[in-house]
């Protein structure tokens, strides 16, 4: 297990606990056509980390599709491969350690890529040309505490790019180019978190783009790499509530996206045409202050207008949503 002290967020977290060329350089999100937005679901009404979420997908203004069943227990947090042919994602054993796998669009080819690590390995995403996935891991670290690694497609060769011990670095994103890595690090007690990015081949060249103003974490590169979204938690008045930020790349130009006393804002992802932003959000109210209300999968404008609920089911959960390119028939195997 991690050795970790217990944070703010970390505890937050847990219990959220979220026709494109593939030569073309990508992100977190890859330039295209908007194809399918793939999240994790659960069909009732809790946030108990022990329900059994599945992966869905759903086209805005279609039905959800189902997935087939992955491992029993929680499956979350998915990011769609450049080309819109894979899926990777993290999966929660009983004994609480994590584990990456990685299937085929339509949910064929499941496969464990951390076998080896008996600890945590968490919130995977891939590099722009496929060949390599950025995660959160513990896996024979210099610190032996989780850091920011990148491996190769098939979980075989690691390298490691954070050296921070008990602090915490977490949601490595790739940028466009595959040149630098957009991630949040903070310190034990969760205080500064922040989004910094960094040479995605050694870790070097650290540069810090928001404010201590902010509790940042959680960013998502958009199409173009010109822009990153990110959470802020930092409205110590508002108890778990967080919202939803966007900056330019080089931390300029930072502007709110949304502004909700009352709800828990997360995993947000630009569509791959760069003009949408795909998020999570559970109620705050007065009865169930405690984010133990379900989730859903919302969709707004890059400018935070022309918010829609698009899975709009109060007593099922829905969450950790990342949006897909449209592929051709087909294309969807790997």
């Known amino acids: 297990m991690i050795k ?32 399918p937005i793939a999240y994790s679901f659960f069909p009732g009404a809790t946030n108990s980390g022990a329900d059994n979420f599945e992966l869905y997908t759903i086209v805005p203004g279609e039905e959800p599709t189902a997935l087939p069943p992955q491992n029993p227990r929680k499956d979350n947090w998915p990011d769609w491969s450049p080309n819109g042919s894979q899926i990777v994602w993290w999966h929660q054993w ?39 996935i950025v995660l959160d891991s513990n896996y024979q670290t210099d610190t032996g505490f989780s850091e920011i690694q990148v491996m190769d497609a098939s979980g075989t060769f690691w390298r490691q790019l954070t050296h921070n011990g008990p602090d915490f670095d977490n949601f490595g994103q790739f940028s466009p180019d595959g040149k630098r890595i957009a991630f949040s690090h903070g310190s034990a007690i969760g205080e500064d978190s922040a989004i910094y990015t960094m040479d995605a081949t050694d870790g070097g060249n650290l540069v810090k783009l928001t404010p201590d103003s902010l509790m940042a974490f959680n960013p998502d590169w958009s199409p173009d ?28 130009n930072l502007m709110r996206l949304t502004d909700t006393a009352t709800e828990i804002e997360f995993r947000p992802g630009f569509s791959p045409d760069g003009r949408k932003i795909t998020f999570s959000s559970i109620p705050l109210t007065t ?9 859903d999968i919302y969709v707004m404008n890059v400018k935070g207008n022309g918010r829609t609920n698009i899975t709009n089911t109060p007593d099922f959960n829905e969450r950790a949503s990342d949006w897909g390119p449209k592929t051709f028939p087909g294309s969807e195997n790997g």
């Open 4 to 35: 970790r002290t217990a944070t703010r967020l970390g505890a937050l977290m847990c219990g959220l606990l979220v026709a494109a060329a593939a030569a073309m350089p990508a992100g977190a999100t890859f330039p295209g056509k908007n194809g």
């Open 94 to 132: 009983p004994a609480g350690n994590l584990d990456i796998y990685k299937m085929n669009a339509n949910g064929t080819g499941q496969t464990n890529l951390t076998t080896e690590n008996a600890g945590a390995d968490a919130n995977a995403a891939w590099s722009p040309d496929g060949t390599e």
């Open 225 to 252: 790499g010109k822009r990153i979204v990110f959470v802020d938690s930092s409205c110590e008045a508002c108890a778990l509530a967080q919202d939803i930020w966007i900056m330019d790349a080089d931390g300029g």
């Open 287 to 295: 009865e169930h202050p405690d984010a133990s209300l379900p989730a």
